[in-house]
């Protein structure tokens, strides 16, 4: 009888240990798939982390932009009003006023970060300037700028206006 039994317990303590053994490699499964689903959100929060610093860096860079562009119509102005030419002495003064305040106005967009972009004499970029018109002129290489229409503008490293540009074909 007791050879009977010892295969019989035999037998148990082997299903046990299978059952062991499969309740360990389930558990082992298990940790694995949460440890990769951790690494993959700890990388998705870093990921976020990153994205939300850069646009803060942007914004805090390009925060004027929208003021800028709003006043560049302003400035046109000015140096439209500084181009006539006067002959009173009274008007002389108020010109030179209006110089002043122009000069200010420079370089307080300079401060920001605004400055004009380059044109004459260039050659043609279309990130930074816009043909409006063309021209056949031997003085000049082809694909030059010859005149500027209207003055652009780079507010850091960003186009916030580009020159509108006659260009030499």
Known sequence: EETDQEPVEEQQEDQESNSNESELE???KEKDEVYQRLLRIQAEYDNFRKRTQKEKE?????RSQSLVTELLPVLDNLE??????????SATSFVEG????????LDIL???????????????DPHLHQAVMQ???????SNSIVEE?????????RVIRPSMV???Q
């Open 135 to 141: 021209v056949e002129d031997d003085n000049y290489e």
């Open 58 to 62: 942007a914004d805090r860079k390009y």
């Open 98 to 105: 209006v110089d002043m305040i122009y000069r200010k106005f």
């Open 110 to 124: 300079k401060e920001e970060g605004v400055e004009p972009i380059k044109t004459e004499g260039e050659k043609f």
């Open 80 to 89: 439209r009003a500084l181009q006539v030419e006067v002959k009173e002495e």
């Open 166 to 168: 006659k260009v030499n």
């Open 26 to 28: 389930q558990l082992k």
């Open 149 to 157: 229409l209207q003055k652009g503008y780079k507010l850091k490293d």
